[in-house]
């Protein structure tokens, strides 16, 4: 979950810091109040492109820093173990944006590239926005979400095991008939 956002130095951002609380967080306002801004700042951090042109005017960088809360099974922390990152108690995403270009970024304090980010990313945050139907009939996206926040574990590993015990039975038992119909056949 993401818990903080911080932004220094971003377009029109001089600096801004952002708590999110549990639940749904939702943007909201007038056309030009800065929804869209906020939006890129947390894609850039999450390893979307960014552009030399999202530094604050004047400055020679501008950082976005995201602190999320994870849960201890979740596929981020597989992620994270995967690519040896030790996880305290929250993830620490911290990117810079250099006005000549160049992007620098860290996880928990260790230097990662953007490919991860992104990889990284897509297991932590999802998006949606005007018209962007496509992500809200992802059916795979919603059952993921939901099977987290039934906190099911155990439950699903007895319904997966159940399911592929009954598959194996069908199989067995499609065998039966088949060697049944041979024998009438003869």
Not at 140 to 160: A, M, N, R
Request: charged content about 30%; aromatic content about 6%; glycine content about 8%.
């Amino acid at each position: 979950m993401l818990r903080e956002l911080e932004i220094k130095d971003i377009l029109l951002i001089k600096r801004l810091s952002l708590e999110f609380s549990s639940g749904l967080n939702a943007f909201t306002g007038e056309t030009g109040t800065g929804k869209s801004i906020l939006l890129d700042c947390l894609g850039f951090v999450l390893g979307a492109r960014g552009q030399a042109l999202m530094v604050r005017e004047g400055i020679e960088r501008g950082e976005v820093v995201a602190i999320f809360s994870t849960e201890s099974s979740s596929k981020v922390n597989l992620i994270l173990d995967e690519a040896d990152i030790k996880k305290p108690d929250e993830l620490i995403i911290r990117r810079v944006n250099f006005s000549d270009g160049r992007k620098v970024a860290w996880v928990n304090d260790r230097r990662v590239s953007s490919e991860f980010l992104r990889y990284l990313g897509e297991n932590l945050v999802e998006f949606h926005g005007q018209h962007d139907e496509r992500g809200l009939l992802d059916a795979k996206g919603h059952l993921h979400l939901l099977d987290q926040f039934s906190k099911s574990d155990q439950s699903l590993k007895s319904v997966k095991k159940a399911f592929l015990s009954m598959k194996e039975n069908e199989k067995a038992l499609e065998k039966v008939i088949n060697k049944n119909q041979e024998l009438n056949d003869e």
